[in-house]
């Protein structure tokens, strides 16, 4: 009997597989929920109790929160990454540290196959893929969904005829929820003119009155809220994610280049993704020099791209990594946020490395580092070739 493990979160899409893999093709099946944030401790009981009934092997839960923080979510708010300047990769990124950590748990069971849930037409068919054939090369990758170019109606027939009991109806939109932020697909991000309706979105907007709140940076990393320091960045995030969210902030749709070569969209509810990286870009403006951020930008843009693309493991993300890290030593500071309904407001900073400090000037008003034939004199050198090159080419 052919061992498989499989990449399971209780939703429509692993369900099928899960009972395609363990009924209909016999495997002794393995289901594994990497979690990165998205689920509660009553939900993952639910989800227990779910797999338990498909005939399955065992069921396993992997906290990967604090590695999904470590590996990857600094380093997208230390590079203030938004992919197309819209999507703060919340669901792209939690497949690679789950593609890991499903690829360590096949070995240590020595499992044969590997199976997911993805379809033929998306990303992240490329990102488990591509993790699974770069640690497990030999092992065989199972993919349901996309051999078969079922329909999310062809599955839901399917799961019917087997039993299985669902909400279907709210199974017409695909939810994928995680601690950087909770992707949503439908019938209407498979257009290009329609917008997902408010119940698709799973935080109803219940805050109307305007909230004021600061967030404490240490070294790029969000350590407080207000007047609470909490004692992982991950719970600040949490906790920043619930104070926001009910407002309707981070609500977007995103529209890319698939890694296949299609355009595509996706909705998206990412309310702490889009403040923090919002804030911190906000006091590295007012904390690094022009160099710093122009450097920063270049490279930040390339990490996005490749991390969203599944190269993860290409060393040149490491070399990036270690770049983005060292940018941070001044990042320190408060930035004043104004939660409102559905947007939010940056008010200001407070950093004891702000480099716009008055001691040097005011900008349009005065300076006191130089003189005006400082400025005089500087001014004709700087622009001497471009004035030589238009006396030659008059």
């Known amino acids: ?113 590997l199976a997911h849930g993805s379809t033929g037409a998306g990303n992240d068919q490329v990102r488990f893929d591509m993790i699974f054939q770069t640690l497990l090369p030999d092992i065989e990758i199972i993919t349901p969904i996309r051999d078969l170019k079922l329909s999310r109606e062809q599955e839901i027939d399917f799961l019917k005829k087997q039993g299985v009991e669902m909400d279907f109806e709210k199974s017409k939109y695909s939810i994928n929820k995680g601690i950087w932020g909770t992707s949503v697909g439908g019938a209407e991000t498979l257009t290009s003119d329609q917008y997902l309706p408010d119940e698709a979105f799973p935080t109803p907007i219940t805050k109307k009155d305007e909230e004021e709140i600061s967030l404490s940076f240490e070294k790029g990393e969000l350590v407080g809220i207000n007047d609470k320091v909490f004692s992982h960045p991950t719970e600040a995030i949490q906790a920043l994610e619930k104070t926001a969210v009910p407002f309707g902030i981070g609500r977007d749709i995103h529209v890319g280049d698939t890694i296949i070569g299609i355009k595509g969209r996706v909705g998206f509810e990412a309310a702490a993704a889009l403040i923090i990286i919002k804030a911190h870009h906000l006091l590295e403006k007012h904390t690094l020099t022009k160099w710093q951020i122009f450097w920063k930008n270049q490279l930040s843009e390339f990490y996005g791209n490749h991390l969203h693309e599944g190269h993860f493991l290409d060393p040149v993300m490491r070399n990036i990594e270690a770049m983005l890290l060292d940018s941070q030593q001044k990042v320190s500071g408060k930035v004043y946020v104004q939660l409102k309904p559905e947007h939010f407001v940056l008010k200001g900073i407070k950093s004891p490395h702000d480099l716009m400090s008055a001691k040097f000037g005011s900008y349009g008003e005065m300076n006191l580092a130089w003189s005006a034939e400082d400025v005089k004199g500087f001014t004709k050198i700087i622009g001497n070739q471009t004035a030589i090159y238009h006396q030659v080419n008059k």
């Open 1 to 113: 009997m052919k061992k498989v493990v499989l990449a399971y979160s209780g939703g429509l899409d692993t369900t099928f597989c899960g009972l395609y893999l363990s009924k209909e093709l016999g495997y002794e099946l393995h289901a594994v929920l990497v979690n990165t944030g998205g689920f509660s401790f009553e939900e993952l009981k639910a989800v227990d109790i779910k797999a338990k009934k498909l005939g399955i092997a065992s069921f396993t839960v992997i906290d990967c929160l604090e590695t999904f923080y470590q590996n990857v979510i600094r380093f997208l708010v230390f590079g203030n990454i938004l992919k197309n300047q819209t999507y703060p990769l919340s669901v792209s990124t939690e497949r690679i540290v789950q593609a890991q950590a499903l690829a360590q748990y096949a070995k240590e069971i020595g499992a044969d196959a």
